[in-house]
Every structure is written in structure tokens, then in C-alpha cells.
């Protein structure tokens, strides 16, 4: 069985840092044509690009707010006018701020909601269009166990992702007539900005997991390439919990 994403059309949205910069190197040199998304990120994400086009040209890199529909479009039509189409949109841009909620500012919810959930709904409604006239394509959002089971200190977060999980089943009713996927991942628990000076989530996470969490990153990744690809057809509105945590 091969597994090819060769010339596919993948956009991802965060992927300056973090799961989103390893997904994009992951294409990348799967060979796919890659567009790299950042909005703060500059120097992590222009460097990005010049190791990618290394060994693989095409490769764009759009800064863009995926909050803001102007800079969605902007995403959109960079995407089109380079490369024809939109096979895969992967919404992976996200953020913590966390605190307990008789602390937690309404400035703290409203990014985190903004970001986490407003950001997939903009993208998806966006790249959806050329999907429905392709009649055919995927969407994949990057969710969280935390949306399925809560997490103390961060309703905003766990609301945002569980949102995500919900827009996830929802969209897949309405775009699989166009032969459209939504999928979401819930990934295991991988060091990123958001997590890497938290040793507590860390032991828990450990303490609750079957396997060891040395390989999450990659089984993600491996994960993903293979959703992308023609050989992950027919499957559309399920959550993936990628991860051995049972919750």
C-alpha cells in the first residue's frame, strides 16, 4: 500500500510553531504543496519556508489572521492564484490563556474562542467554496481531548475545542453531498509553546496514558499524511482521538 500526498494542495493554518510547523515540514517532504500560515511569527516562519524550499519549491508563505475575514481572503486567494486549487485545509491555529474562571478575564475568553473557533468556522467557510465547485476535498481540524473531557483552569480552551468537535460533525452533514471530508484529531499530548513549561500536564498526561508519549508527534503526523491522502476515502464527521489516553 502506498501512501502518496504528491501535488496535493494542503493549507494549514498556525503552522509557523509548534504541530503546525512539523505538519508543514511533514508535506513538505511528502512533496506536497504546502502553504505555511503565521501571523506573529515572522523570523520562525520565514525560516521555515527557506528550509523547505530547499528541497521543496512549492511552498507559499501567507501571513494572514485567520480571526479576520479580510486576511482569510487574503489566505484564500494567495492559495488559488498560486496553485489552481485547495485539496486539504488543515485548521490547526490555536492558543491557551489560561485561568481559573472567577479570574478569567472576558478578554482571555474572547481570544481564545476568537482563535480557536472562529478562526476554523472563517477558513472552512472560505476554502469551502472552491472545494464545492472541485467537488471535492478535506477538512481536518485539530482538536483536543480537553473539548471531550474538560480541563480545570481552562473553560475557555476546553469550550473552544469542544466547539471545534461539534462545528466538526455539523459541517460534515452539510459538505458531504459536495464530496467534501471534516474530520477533527484530538492529538496526544505533545511539548509545544503552549504546554512546554507545564510539568504538571505533562505527569498527568503520562500518568494516564497506556503507551509511552515518545512517539505522539510522529504518530500524528503519520496520522495526518495518511488522512490526506487517496488511500483515507469514505470517512467523514468522526473525531480521532490519536492518543492511548482512554477518557
Same mark, same amino acid.
Given at each position: 500500500m502506498i501512501v502518496s500526498v504528491v501535488d496535493k494542495v494542503v493549507v494549514i493554518t498556525g503552522s509557523s510553531k509548534g504541530i503546525g510547523r512539523a505538519l508543514a515540514t511533514a508535506f513538505a517532504k511528502e512533496r506536497a504543496k504546502v502553504i505555511i500560515n503565521y501571523l506573529n511569527s515572522e523570523d520562525s516562519a520565514k525560516q521555515l519556508y527557506n528550509e523547505i524550499? $530547499?528541497?521543496n519549491s512549492n511552498c507559499l508563505l501567507v501571513k494572514s489572521d485567520v480571526t479576520q475575514q479580510r486576511d482569510v481572503n487574503k489566505l484564500y486567494n494567495d492559495t488559488i492564484n498560486t496553485f489552481g486549487k485547495v485539496d486539504v485545509l488543515i485548521n490547526n491555529a490555536g492558543i491557551c490563556n489560561d485561568n481559573p474562571i472567577q479570574l478569567m478575564t472576558e478578554e482571555q475568553w474572547t481570544k481564545v474562542i476568537n482563535v480557536n473557533l472562529l478562526g476554523p468556522y472563517l477558513c !472552512?467557510?472560505?476554502f469551502s467554496k472552491t472545494m464545492i465547485q472541485q467537488k471535492s476535498g478535506k477538512i481536518i481540524n485539530i482538536a483536543s481531548l480537553k473539548g471531550q473531557d474538560g480541563c480545570a483552569g481552562q473553560v475557555n480552551y476546553s469550550a473552544s475545542k469542544s466547539g471545534l468537535i461539534g462545528f466538526t460533525k455539523a459541517l460534515a452533514k452539510e459538505l458531504g453531498k459536495f464530496n467534501i471530508s471534516v474530520n477533527a484529531v484530538c492529538p496526544g499530548f505533545i511539548v509545544t509553546d503552549l @504546554?512546554?513549561? @507545564? =510539568?504538571?500536564? &505533562?505527569k498527568i $498526561? =503520562? !500518568? &494516564? !496514558?497506556l503507551l509511552s508519549l515518545d512517539t505522539a508527534l510522529n504518530d500524528l503526523l503519520s496520522f495526518l499524511v495518511y488522512m490526506t491522502s487517496?488511500?483515507?476515502m469514505g470517512i467523514s464527521g468522526r473525531i480521532f482521538n490519536v492518543d492511548s489516553r482512554i477518557l
Open positions: 524550499i $530547499a528541497y !472552512s467557510r472560505t @504546554n512546554r513549561h @507545564n =510539568e504538571d500536564k &505533562k $498526561a =503520562e !500518568s &494516564k !496514558s487517496d488511500m483515507f
